[in-house]
């Protein structure tokens, strides 16, 4: 017999403590396995993304079309922002989900290092932000 979706939040919530003190068991009784999984999972998420991202992007530099090798390319926002170390999404690629990712990407572009280097430099320069000799 199938149970409505109200009978199984109904049993979840009268029984959460047992249900928690099982999880917190078979975690311990299966850390091994599952921390290596986990590995595994975060090696492969740190790979996919940043090809999902650059796809994203339109796969090359916005600004010379430069796509001959992928680790040339980065991650500009296009209106330049100073961002605390909380709000740096992207640094956390391999351990957050595409949807957060996304978000992130909204208002970015990407560049090769060379093009990047002069934006930010020239956005540091009309902003104040260096003092250049």
């Known amino acids: 017999m199938a149970h409505t979706a109200e009978q199984r939040r109904a049993y979840t919530a009268r029984n959460r403590k047992r249900i928690n003190a099982y999880a917190k068991k078979y975690y ?60 740096r999404i992207l640094t956390k690629i391999g351990s957050i989900g595409w949807n957060k990712i996304e978000e992130a990407l909204v208002g970015c572009q990407l560049l090769c290092g060379t093009c990047h280097r002069i934006k930010t430099r020239a956005d540091a320069r009309a902003t104040g932000g260096w003092k250049v000799a």
């Open 28 to 87: 311990h009784d299966n850390q091994e396995h599952l921390s290596a999984a986990e590995r595994v999972r975060r090696k492969l998420r740190a790979w996919v993304q940043p090809m999902q991202i650059i796809e994203t992007l339109g796969g090359c530099c916005a600004n010379c079309g430069y796509k001959e090798h992928l680790d040339g390319l980065e991650i500009d926002h296009v209106v330049p922002i100073r961002v605390a170390s909380s709000d």
